[in-house]
């Protein structure tokens, strides 16, 4: 992994270099990492003139468990505790003869920002944007069998949990022992709050669970993913408790079914990410759904749960083949509750067989 990580970091250098910055000061954390591997909590990155830096507050040792690491990577440990390693590494970049630093400035707090002014007062500050989190759009095989697997251990964990008895029990307990699952299975951690929400509560994207007891007859709607060495993925579905579903139920699940085919469908490598908002959005839209609904069909994943693509009406871009994305419409009917049904994909051209899904578990309605 090693090269990897170094291939990242250089072209990382090329863009600063070709606006002005030999050196750049990377502190998001999941920038760190997708360019360091694992890093101690807290750890900046120094793309330095002569040298690269890990830059942490603590030992090394302080790493998730069978994490990836660039061993490659020369750490430097901060002396002491109270430093702070953003700091320390734009004297480290001055140290290297450097005259320009970038620096994420979207992730940089203004005390920050001023510390680092006033650490080294001959170094120029630019902003690096979102020079990383555009490398990270695209991802390499290797990062798809991350997700691959996450999602595998996300469609266990939900399987095992619709053969129990769910009658009875509160969408917060339910939530907290998918989240168990996940863990049970392989994973990090949850990706994300697990979200169950039940009867009226159901199809509202980021619900958070209560202790709404589930009941028969009602819609239970699931949204959970999984986290295995860093990377997120994403699994959402909606089932009829007890009873065979009423007719608003099957027909409200068709159409939540029916647009999120529709923006399955159209992914593909050059697909203008705001139509596949559009192919969605248009299927319910049909329906006189128009109203509440969610401000966007889905979004990228990897290293975070939320990742640029953003497959929203406003979104510029388009899509390139090799990028894991969200299919996620819903509709929720205020006092009844609501369908969501949330898959995750990685954009495939349609000579590889077209967009590749991840998720698997059943998509059809079933009464548990």
Not at 42 to 64: H, I, Q
Not at 295 to 319: R, Y
Request: hydrophobic share 40%.
């Amino acid at each position: 992994m090693s090269e990897v990580y170094a291939a990242r970091r250089t072209r990382l250098r090329d863009r600063c270099q070709a606006s002005g910055s030999a050196s750049a000061l990377i502190s998001r954390p999941a920038n760190v990492s997708y360019l360091a591997g694992a890093a101690p909590h807290g750890s900046v990155l120094l793309l330095g003139k002569r040298e690269d830096l890990l830059v942490s507050p603590g030992p090394l040792d302080d790493r998730p468990a069978g994490a990836r690491v660039d061993e490659s990577l020369r750490p430097h440990l901060l002396e002491g505790p109270g430093g702070d390693p953003v700091v320390a590494a734009a004297g480290l970049a001055a140290a290297q003869g450097a005259d320009v630093l970038a620096v994420e400035e979207h992730h940089l707090t203004v005390a920050r920002h001023r510390a680092l002014a006033s650490v080294a007062p001959g170094l120029r500050l630019a902003d690096l944007g979102s020079a990383v989190e555009q490398l990270r759009v695209v991802k390499d095989e290797e990062e798809i069998s991350c997700l691959r697997i996450g999602a595998e251990i996300t469609d266990q964990a939900l399987g095992e949990l619709l053969e129990s008895i769910l009658v009875g029990r509160t969408e917060r307990h339910l939530a907290l022992e998918l989240e168990r699952r996940l863990v049970d299975h392989g994973a990090d951690g949850p990706a994300f709050r697990t979200s169950v929400a039940t009867g009226p509560n159901s199809g509202r994207r980021g619900h958070r669970p209560t202790d709404r007891r589930v009941e028969e007859g009602d819609f239970l709607s699931v949204c959970l993913g999984a986290t295995y060495r860093g990377y997120r993925c994403e699994i959402g579905r909606t089932f009829v408790i007890g009873t065979s579903p009423a007719d608003w139920q099957i027909d409200l699940y068709d159409l939540v079914f029916a647009a999120q085919r529709a923006a399955r469908e159209s992914l593909a490598p050059g697909a203008a990410c705001r139509d596949v908002d559009r192919a969605a959005r248009q299927v319910l839209d049909s329906a006189g759904h128009s109203e509440g609904l969610q401000s966007l069909t889905g979004h990228g994943v990897g290293l975070e749960i939320d990742e640029d693509p953003q497959l929203a009406p406003s979104a510029m871009g388009k899509l390139d083949a090799c990028v894991p994305v969200t299919v996620e419409p819903g509709v929720h009917l205020p006092g009844r509750g609501g369908v969501r049904i949330d898959d995750t994909l990685v954009v495939r051209p349609e000579a590889d067989g077209g967009p590749e899904l991840l998720t698997i578990t059943t998509k059809e309605l079933l009464a548990l």
